[in-house]
């Protein structure tokens, strides 16, 4: 009686904790609202909320403060992103869908032994999974790599066509804004497509259309509310990106009214001058109350995906034979459009790889010749400029990081689908937070760092660390979400069965069960960790390149510099080009490998399942 006793208190004690980390999305957006808003009232007060929206000067030298050149630069440069890198990335997601080929079908007839042998291990390639980590690695590449390289490549190249050769400006942010967008948009509008029920293929190919036509004609009809909420998410990941767009757009607030005048969006806003200012002045109010307006815009944009219909009845559909069922089908070829976009689909895929091996090969080709021992392991004995600091203090980021966020994001996970009942509207307002706290712009986690964590704890590793908690915590809750829910549910009956209590079976049977999935969303919080530079300049600090050392980093108490803000300082200092390209390297090996590991999780899922 007592040990029942025991199994009941520990499986309720359980639940309520459960309940506690599912409710910690809840706390951090309210919390996030709520700090942000406090902290702009006094701008907002003072300047009023209508000059501040539509007032076009921006001055701190004379406490002069209004939005709407930044404002509307941001809305011109997301929308010309969109469209480019929206009409690139869905149309890159059909040909993955419906032409990329499963293998190559490369021939070789001569004697060459060694070209038989690479002709071979070409042939082996699964081009479908190949691109589909191409499309990953896009995604997983930091905003400040794709910085670099549209710095150096893309705004050079626009130079040659500025008639002032300068080359910052819309246009430069809008191709590197759409280049970063591209994976978003394509991984979401691939999942639309292909969840598309596979009778309307096939019968729209029944009735005598080409595939091309029951792709453009019927498929993407029916995949539309996919596409919509991809390009919708492609619209927030593009308003808020920060250090990218700070690189390429001049820097000056200005209204967009040329592709080669200078700008500043809401973001670069933020972080061009929060280092300057003075706490508690009307200008560090002014620069939060632009966090907040950033805020609202991004929550905005993302409850609108809610808005989207599930589900549309268009009037096109699958057309169904009647009569005789033995009479010959007819099958036409009409219609040349479809056949043309079936072409462009294939010149989009190529964009994206040609876009991918152009930042991999300009960071190599810069980078490599600059790699040293001393630069990556130098210690505080060496006098030039060495990541090892960089590497300690982004293994300790890592460390704080994953301690606090993995219990709460697998506790989370564990109520949303071991104890949450189906449809109720509690869990639903759970989601939608959890979902919402995904869709927060970094720049707007550094500002809620900087106003709570930094306030704790000063400007060190743990403020990073507890802002980088709610950066990853939805990456980690849906992740192994998804995990807990392939676990078969007979293995939790026959657990009960066999007289074990739910805390003990989840502990036991569906915990271990989803390891694979749980290490799967550690990774790939790791790899959000490492690529993060917007949340940590003003939480765990930009340190000066001459200023970091091994001693300094080895306190998490200090400030310190991760590998992604360490490179993003050498930028900054503007005197150390070499050493920031020779840092992308080691970012994009790390890159590389984190996709590889995770990769290599699938793999072995696969092959259990």
């Not at 294939?346 to 630069?375: D, E, K, Q, R, Y």
């Not at 106003?451 to 743990?462: A, D, H, N, P």
Request: net charge positive; hydrophobic share 55%.
């Amino acid at each position: 009686m007592v040990k029942i006793n025991k199994t009941k208190f520990q499986d309720a004690s359980a639940k309520y904790l459960f309940i506690l980390c599912a409710c910690m999305s809840i706390v951090a957006v309210f919390g996030i609202i709520g700090y942000i808003l406090y902290d702009s009232l006094p701008a907002l007060r003072e300047i009023g909320v209508f000059k501040f929206l539509f007032g076009s000067v921006w001055k701190f030298s004379s406490d002069t403060y209004g939005i709407l050149p930044m404002l509307v630069s941001t809305v011109v440069v997301t929308l010309m992103a969109v469209l480019l890198g929206g009409v690139v990335g869905v149309f890159t997601a059909i040909f993955m869908v419906f032409w990329c080929p499963d293998k190559l079908r490369v021939r070789y007839s001569g004697g060459n032994a060694f070209l038989k042998k690479f002709v071979a291990w070409l042939n082996r390639f699964n081009l479908r999974a190949v691109f589909d980590q191409v499309i990953k690695l896009l995604a997983g590449i930091p905003s400040v790599i794709y910085g670099y390289f549209g710095l150096q490549i893309v705004v050079r190249a626009m130079a040659q066509i500025d008639p002032n050769y300068r080359g910052f400006g819309a246009l430069s942010t809008c191709i590197v804004l759409a280049i970063m967008i591209v994976p978003t948009i394509t991984s979401l509008t691939k999942n639309a497509l292909e969840a598309v029920p596979e009778h309307y293929y096939e019968g729209a190919l029944a009735v005598g259309n080409s595939k091309a036509q029951a792709v453009f004609n019927i498929v993407l009809p029916a995949a539309r509310s996919g596409i919509i909420s991809a390009l919708i998410l492609g619209i927030g990941r593009a308003v808020g990106e920060t250090m990218a767009v700070q690189m390429v757009s001049g820097g000056t607030a200005n209204f967009p009214t040329g592709l080669f005048v200078s700008i500043r969006t809401l973001t670069t806003n933020i972080v061009a001058e929060m280092g300057e200012v003075v706490s508690g002045s009307l200008h560090e109010s002014a620069l939060i109350a632009t966090g907040l307006v950033l805020l609202v815009l991004v929550l905005l944009i993302n409850f609108s995906i809610n808005l989207v219909p599930k589900e549309f009845k268009g009037k096109r559909g699958v057309k169904v034979l009647h009569g005789d069922a033995s009479a010959e089908i007819v099958y036409t070829r009409k219609g040349v459009i479809p056949e043309i976009l079936k072409y462009f689909t294939m010149v989009c895929a190529a964009l994206v790889v040609i876009s991918l091996a152009a930042v991999i090969l300009f960071i190599l080709i810069n980078g490599i010749p600059h790699i040293s021992w001393n630069f990556l392991f130098g210690g505080d004995d060496y006098q030039g400029n060495s990541l090892l600091p960089a590497f300690i203090s982004t293994g300790y980021m890592i460390l704080f990081t994953l301690i606090i966020a993995l219990p709460l994001g697998i506790g989370a996970a564990v109520f949303f689908v071991e104890y949450a009942k189906p449809g109720s509207k509690a869990v639903k307002v759970l989601r939608t937070f959890t979902d919402t706290l995904a869709g927060v712009p970094s720049i707007v986690f550094g500002l809620f760092g900087y106003l709570l964590f930094t306030k704790l704890v000063g400007r060190s590793i743990f403020a990073g660390a507890f802002t980088m908690v709610l950066v990853v915590l939805p990456t980690i809750i849906r992740s192994t979400e998804e995990s807990l829910l392939a676990v078969p549910m007979a293995w939790r009956e026959a657990s009960y069965g066999l007289g074990a209590g739910k805390i003990r079976t989840i502990f036991r049977v569906v915990l271990p069960a989803a390891f694979p999935g749980i290490a799967t969303a550690t990774v790939l919080a790791i790899g959000r960790i490492i690529s993060e530079s917007a949340a940590l300049i003003y939480t765990s600090g930009m340190l000066s390149v001459d200023s970091s050392s091994v001693s300094m980093a080895l306190n998490p108490m200090n400030s310190g510099s991760t590998l992604t803000v360490f490179m993003y300082s050498f930028f900054a200092e503007g005197l150390a080009f070499e050493e920031a390209y020779a840092t992308a390297v080691v970012l994009l090996v790390i890159t590389a490998l984190l996709n590889l590991i995770v990769r290599s999780i699938e793999k072995r899922v696969r092959k259990k399942g």
